[in-house]
């Protein structure tokens, strides 16, 4: 705006000897050209010719007062190269891009990328739009694009369903709310055979093991059945569906015990023990870990075994499919920091047969 204006000015003042003194300024404009010329010549003796912003200010407004049929014997350059500076200096006089104030949009932090990225990772259903409504709820109220341009960047998709789950976690999704049961043997000292159930919940691989009986009837199963589901009402977590063999100890009222929890009962093919796998491979971890360590006398004994047994496992016991963690555990172990200035404390379980250990306080 401030060299529109002074523009027009120096052109006033060029005029002003033809209004004055009647004279043509044609001529004089010619001799200031000239001049001018002259002095960036004498400027650049060793150099390019270079016409700097100050000279095309010059040779513009002095254009206004030469006949245009004159301008190729006055001037340096081209006509063209004149008529160009003329519409740049008139130009800026409505170039409202430095007036105005430019609103840009804040950097992204790195902070904000790393909680982006994890939301698009563990939902892979989500659309970029719909991470950008996560981000507002969390208190972060981003653009959409820059939600789009944050997973293009970082070689996501950020259309919906990005990728399938893989089997670990379809099989961590499916498993919420499914419960395994199963009967296992115990052998004693003395020759008796004693019985058991087991039944594992596939989410948690949470175990519960019932107290031992010489005598496995369809009611005392019925009971177990009802310790179970109440136990497990108390922990809360809706129970979706009881895996079981055919058994005939699995009664119709054990059946209605799981039923009323509105859950289906489903039956593994008969003689196909794989259908149940997760179950059996627990009732192998029993048996191997404490079973085959110590000699059971009898039922009371052999509760108490299991009873401690199950309260390891729980506890304790760290399981691949978890991380590592064990079945009650809700979040990762700290890591020790100082491994050298810190004591490690052992506890017996079952007098010794299994091991525990943790830091002292």
Not at 101 to 109: D, E, F, K, L
Not at 266 to 294: F, Q, Y
């Amino acid at each position: 705006m401030i060299v529109s204006l002074v523009y027009r000015a120096v052109r006033g003042l060029l005029s002003l000897p033809e209004v004055l003194l009647q004279r043509k300024p044609s001529v004089e404009a010619e001799v200031l050209i000239l001049r001018h010329e002259n002095a960036v010549l004498r400027r650049q003796l060793a150099a390019p010719i270079r016409y700097e912003p100050a000279d095309r200010f010059w040779f513009s407004a002095l254009s206004a007062l030469i006949p245009r049929h004159r301008w190729a014997y006055v001037f340096p350059v081209t006509p063209g190269t004149l008529l160009g500076w003329h519409r740049k200096l008139i130009a800026d006089k409505w170039h409202y891009t430095a007036r105005r104030t430019r609103v840009r949009r804040p950097p992204r932090s790195a902070a904000l990328k790393k909680l982006v990225l994890p939301l698009a990772d563990e939902n892979p259903r989500w659309g970029h739009r719909r991470i950008q409504g996560e981000m507002a709820r969390l208190g972060h109220p981003i653009a959409s694009g820059t939600v789009w341009n944050i997973l293009h960047a970082a070689g996501r998709d950020p259309a919906p369903r990005r990728q399938g789950p893989s089997w670990k976690k379809f099989s961590t999704v499916q498993a919420e709310g499914i419960v395994a049961a199963d009967f296992f043997h115990i052998d004693t000292a003395l020759g008796q055979r004693l019985y058991a159930m087991a039944f594992l919940e596939h989410g948690t691989r949470r175990l519960h093991l019932t107290p031992a009986t010489a005598h496995p009837t369809g009611q005392w199963a019925v009971q177990q059945a009802r310790e179970f589901t109440t136990a497990r009402a108390d922990r809360g977590g809706q129970l979706r569906f009881l895996l079981r063999d055919r058994d005939a100890k699995y009664t119709a009222s054990f059946d209605a015990v799981f039923t009323a929890e509105d859950a289906k009962v489903l039956l593994s093919a008969p003689w196909v023990p794989k259908m149940n796998a997760h179950c059996e491979r627990v009732i192998g971890t029993v048996r191997r870990e404490a079973l085959d360590h110590v000699l059971i006398m009898n039922a009371s004994h052999a509760t108490k075994v299991l009873t401690e047994f199950a309260d390891h496992y729980n506890r304790h016991r760290p399981h691949r499919s978890r991380g590592q963690l064990p079945p009650d555990a809700s979040h990762k172990t700290p890591r020790a920091i100082d491994l050298h200035n810190r004591r490690l404390l052992r506890t017996r379980v079952l007098g010794g047969a299994i091991n525990e250990y943790r830091y002292a306080a």
